[in-house]
T-cell receptor, first 114, second 109 residues
């Protein structure tokens, strides 16, 4: 039982390049989330998927797209990376529903955009 | 913003002392959660307190919730060097969660 896994762990991009961050969970959770964390800051929600087949914007969705590929996987795509997107990206999952249960986090992807 | 806000931003104590950090939020909640983040790692869930609960304990952790003041506190008793980390509160609205900027706790051996 690996929990929440993320790939890659670290990535360097040049401005304008694109990439996809991958996230998978093996806990049969319904809801999945993508956050970014800038130095010395808390987490800001980029996108979330309350259940398979649905996605919604969070606080900071501009410059990102997501795909809920199936119940296990939720990917985050940067179509044209900008230096302002340099951050640590965390994926999380919960059982879902209205009671906002415990979130389980992946180890993070450190992204540097030059 | 609906984010929880932690206070203080940083706290430095000696091993064995108690550490108290506070969280204030703006909207009504179903529950409030506390998470720990060790440097360079993901967040780990510590404790969840529901809106109809006033106090909850888990090992050396004690959490209180005052919904009338929209505030919560996390107390870590008999702190250890291994408790050095950042602590975040999180509040939820439907399927979304909002995190504060955290309290950075340093426990000196």
């Amino acid at each position: 039982n690996a929990g929440v896994t993320q790939t890659p762990k670290f990535q360097v991009l040049k401005t304008g390049q694109s990439m996809t961050l991958q996230c998978a969970q093996d806990m049969n959770h319904n809801s999945m989330y993508w956050y970014r964390q800038d130095p010395g800051m808390g987490l800001r929600l980029i996108y979330y998927s309350a259940s398979e087949g649905t996605t919604d914007k969070g606080e900071v969705p501009n410059g990102y797209n997501v795909s809920r590929l199936n119940k296990r996987e939720f990917s985050l795509r940067l179509e044209s990376a900008a230096p302002s997107q340099t951050s640590v990206y965390f994926c999380a999952s919960t059982r879902g529903g209205m009671r906002q249960e415990t979130q389980y986090f992946g180890p993070g992807t450190r992204l540097l955009v030059l | 913003s609906q984010q929880g806000e932690e206070d203080p931003q940083a706290l430095s104590i000696q091993e064995g002392e108690n550490a108290t950090m506070n969280c204030s939020y703006k909207t009504s909640i179903n529950n409030l959660q506390w998470y720990r983040q060790n440097s360079g790692r993901g967040l780990v869930h510590l404790i969840l307190i529901r809106s109809n609960e006033r106090e909850k304990h888990s090992g050396r952790l004690r959490v209180t919730l005052d919904t009338s003041k929209k505030s919560s506190s996390l107390l870590i008793t008999a702190s250890r060097a291994a408790d050095t980390a950042s602590y975040f509160c999180a509040t939820g609205e439907f399927n979304k969660f909002y995190f504060g900027s955290g309290t950075k706790l340093n426990v000196k051996p």
